[in-house]
């Protein structure tokens, strides 16, 4: 059902990112915020910057075109529905991992592994202050004004249908689907903003200016880190809360885990069943082959 819809695949491509970045990169930011450095030497500092930064804002263009993408289904431009298809939403999810993985890779010469403080620094130049101010702009401005503008544009749209007649059931049914997915995109970039903004606001002030950098708001920006760390944590029951189609399948998938496991058991038992019984059979012969003998 939710495999036949375009933003299904952003969202899929979202969740993937998001377990990467919870089971890789959680663990050690959680870690830092107990004094507990698990970066050590010149090689895990770079990949680790790396994957700091490119994996969050491929998350981030993955909402971002479920927003557009929710815009596009609820027009009634037919050139813009169009684009709602499972091929370009394909061609939209390998486009920007490439994009975000190449426009990271200065990540990987800005940060360096200094020897006497036993830190990842970043370089502080010209060049690197343009490079992240490009970032700021990209992943903490453009991208919540892209998300709340798709997300009022898609609103609007579905109110202008609603109040026109729906004459086929099927399309009924899909407009529902259709609006469930809205209703929960809405909530998860209002909710993608509330935990990422204050760490994004911060961020950029310890980056453009190095005083910034003392103790007390290095403690308060691990604080941030971990409220922004929630983001890749509650897709899930946003997805449950927000919308009736998600609940009925996740509720499928677990009678069909309960139905495959009552199976499998069925199986392994007849399985015993039907050893024990050839092993007796066995016996039988056995038996009658040494009478017969004797």
Known sequence: TLHLSACTHYFLAYAILSIIYA???????FARG??????HGKISCK??????????????????LASFDRYCSSS????????????????YILFNILFCLI?????????????????????SNTIINIYICSQVIIYYILSPILMISFGILTIYNIHQQSTRIKPLITSTQRRRTEGQLARMLVLQVIVHIILVLPFGILYSINSFIPSTQTPNIIAIRLIFVTWQQCDYFVSFFLYILSANIY??????IVKSIKCVKGQTQYFLQSEKISSDHL??????????HKKIIH
């Open 34 to 39: 107990f004094s507990i450095d698990l970066i």
């Open 76 to 91: 009634q431009i037919g050139r813009l529905q169009s684009t709602s298809s499972i091929r370009v939403a394909r061609k």
């Open 247 to 252: 609940r009925e399948q996740f509720i499928i």
């Open 23 to 29: 089971c890789l990169l959680c663990p050690i930011q």
């Open 103 to 123: 426009y990271m890779l200065p990540m990987l010469f800005i940060y360096n592994w200094d020897k006497n403080l036993r830190k990842c620094l970043l370089k």
């Open 279 to 288: 092993h007796m059979v066995k016996m039988d012969r056995l038996f009658l």
């Open 47 to 64: 990949i680790h910057a790396y994957l700091l930064f490119v994996i969050p804002l491929q998350a981030n263009i993955m909402i971002i």
